[in-house]
């Protein structure tokens, strides 16, 4: 007698003919949607993807309902109207990458990456100059802001989790309303309070100090939330193995949290990166590489950026469309290389 091993089966996957008629759906929603554009006043992009997800959304609910019932019908209506706010959210991102590639592609050379601007103007032929002083400018500034952001806002973090003590709330509500702070009250604020007073002259570490006001907030409330989620026993044991509060929270908490506190320090410099503002009030803008952000001018990208579209010339829209590519480059790069360092640690846990 033989016995036969029972294959599992996973009903809930979807087979060929699942696939094949989603794809005629969409084909049809696309006639439609040409056909609708062509016999009415409807015109454009805009025309086109409007008409495209109405009839996706009405053949694919009828389906159902023939098909299924009306419950699946309500479900498949549903359905469509959620793919078409990931689609609307995901469409303006293209756009700007797309817009930013389209424009800044012709700007990019060798010599971009290696010379300043002390020896060109914005007016001057592309090949003329580069943006090494600008990049240099730009991962300086969010060094300091990091060096000096980052401290606090964990700090901040574990003394609203772990000692919640009486400021709690105070300090709560004032991270909370420092979030919604505009950009240029911070740099009034530096340069009003520090640089017109105590330094008189401009320097990296102005605009770092005003990035620095910006950046705490974001690092604090992410910080917090991440806290949050360690759960209170691994506290409660490291308390009964005879750890302090202090000695727990340094030895179990925060590594448990490193993860998170990575993603809070991205958020943080996601926030600052391309600040203009405050760097235009308070960096002067330097055309030339400064070793020194403590002293002097500092270029930056945004002021880059900035100064080469006032310029208004063909050669300098081009120069600021290419510094745009630049600075959105740089924070792929270390929104890749965080999460990254992120993932490892996870995975060595």
């Given at each position: 007698m033989t016995h036969s091993t029972a294959v599992p089966t996973k009903p809930w996957a979807k087979k060929p003919i699942d696939y094949l008629r989603n794809l005629s759906f969409f084909l049809v929603a696309i006639?439609?949607?040409?056909?609708?554009?062509?016999?009415?006043p409807m015109k454009g992009k805009l025309g086109y993807a409007f008409t495209f997800f109405v009839a996706y959304a009405f053949i694919t609910s009828l389906f159902?309902?023939?098909?299924?019932?009306?419950?699946?019908a309500k479900d498949a209506f549903i359905k469509s109207f959620v793919a078409l706010g990931a689609?609307?959210?995901?469409?303006?991102?293209?756009?700007?990458?797309?817009?930013?590639?389209?424009?800044g592609l012709p700007g990019i050379h060798l010599g971009l990456f290696t010379h300043d601007m002390s020896m060109a103007t914005p007016t001057d032929p592309i090949e003329n100059g580069g943006l090494l002083h600008a990049?240099?400018?730009?991962?300086?500034?969010?060094?300091?802001?990091?060096?000096?952001?980052?401290?606090?806002?964990?700090?901040?973090?574990?003394?609203?989790?772990?000692?919640?003590?009486k400021f709690s709330g105070p300090i709560r509500f004032l991270v909370q309303a420092m979030s919604g702070v505009p950009s240029i009250v911070a740099g009034l604020f530096i340069l009003s309070a520090v640089l017109y007073p105590i330094a008189k002259n401009y320097s990296g570490l102005m605009g770092a100090l005003a990035l620095t006001i910006l950046m705490i907030p974001t690092v604090a409330r992410t910080s917090e939330e991440v806290l949050l989620l360690i759960p209170n026993d691994l506290?409660?044991?490291?308390?009964?193995?005879?750890?302090?509060?202090?000695?727990?929270?340094?030895?179990?908490?925060l590594p448990a949290a490193r993860s998170g506190l990575i993603t809070a320090m991205i958020?943080?410099?996601?926030?600052?990166?391309?600040?203009?503002?405050?760097?235009?009030?308070?960096?002067?803008?330097?055309?030339?590489?400064?070793?020194?952000?403590?002293?002097?001018?500092?270029?930056?990208l945004p002021y880059y950026i900035w100064k080469s579209f006032?310029?208004?010339?063909?050669?300098?829209?081009?120069?600021?469309w290419a510094g745009l590519l630049v600075l959105v480059l740089i924070i792929l790069i270390l929104f890749t290389l965080a999460r990254t360092l992120s993932s490892r640690n996870v995975a060595r846990r």
């Open positions: 006639l439609s949607a040409y056909v609708v554009v062509a016999i009415t159902a309902l023939v098909s299924l019932g009306i419950p699946a689609v609307m959210t995901v469409i303006p991102i293209v756009s700007i990458l797309g817009t930013v590639l389209k424009n990049i240099t400018g730009t991962l300086t500034l969010v060094l300091l802001a990091l060096i000096m952001s980052v401290p606090l806002g964990i700090l901040t973090a574990l003394y609203l989790t772990e000692i919640r003590g506290r409660e044991a490291g308390t009964a193995l005879g750890g302090t509060q202090w000695r727990t929270v340094a030895m179990i908490v958020l943080g410099v996601a926030r600052i990166a391309g600040e203009t503002a405050p760097i235009l009030l308070l960096t002067g803008g330097g055309d030339k590489v400064n070793p020194n952000a403590f002293s002097g001018p500092l270029g930056s006032n310029a208004g010339s063909p050669e300098a829209i081009t120069r600021a």
